[in-house]
């Protein structure tokens, strides 16, 4: 069973190995004489992996095999002459049979790849965003209480939700959806927010807080404009 915490991450977190950055089974057949990227994976000694991209044209797939549920890949890289291949499954991984392999090849669609790298460099821009204080009381109870805000969060404003799990250094996120300030007494505040699948996250906040605590201390939140 899944920790919170490994919810949270899987929720709301980048992870390369995702499935999201996987073709489901045989989705790669629509790509065949188009460019797609080829990606070489090749295990160093310390149990990291080194990862070359380039692109190339996936030329065929024929001689399906049903035993191993692979078909023989034809393709070529592009600058190159030469007609390369081999053995694939329908995910579009090369198949190997020993989870032991330190070298793994396979084919990701263009547009994929690409969400992949927007996905990693938009994450690592939200590391240094977390370096920000959360917006101001002043800020978020203007917006709180404007009769704009539903067109505000969803479409002329881009606010964030970063976490922080406690002893992590990778930020979790999701664009607020909706958001409720409520002054209670002298400095302390009701905030509530909602993700896009209307989850909440409720707390009772201070003006002078820089950033909150997140679900009973597993970490903390900020709130931010990504501008």
């Known amino acids: ?83 390369k291949e081999f053995r694939m499954i329908p995910e579009g991984y090369c198949w190997v049979d020993s989870k032991d392999a330190d070298y793994v090849q396979r084919f990701l669609p263009t547009s994929m790849h690409c969400k992949l790298v927007e996905d990693e460099l938009f994450y690592e821009r939200l590391k240094e965003l977390w370096n920000r204080d959360t917006l101001p ?21 881009h606010l964030a939700c970063l976490i922080k799990l406690e002893g992590e250094e990778d930020i ?5 959806q909706e958001l409720n300030l409520i002054h209670r007494s002298g400095k302390q505040y009701a905030l509530s927010i909602k993700d896009g699948e209307g989850n909440p996250v409720k707390m009772l906040i201070t003006s002078e807080m820089k950033d909150y605590e997140f679900e009973n201390g597993i970490g903390r939140f900020k709130i931010i404009d990504l501008c």
């Open 1 to 83: 069973m899944k920790t919170r915490q490994e919810i949270l991450k899987s929720k709301y977190g980048f992870d390369k190995g995702s499935y999201d950055y996987v073709p489901k089974g045989c989705e790669i057949h629509k790509y065949i004489g188009q460019r797609v990227v080829y990606v070489d994976y090749k295990k160093k000694e310390d149990g990291t992996w080194d990862t070359d991209y380039k692109p190339a044209i996936l030329l065929s797939l024929s001689d399906f095999d049903p035993i191993n549920m692979t078909y023989l890949a034809k393709y070529k890289i592009i600058g190159e002459d030469e007609i």
């Open 137 to 157: 009381i002043d800020s978020l109870m203007g917006l709180s209480s404007s009769k704009d805000k539903t067109a505000s969060l969803r479409y002329s404003h």
């Open 172 to 176: 979790l996120y999701f664009r607020i």
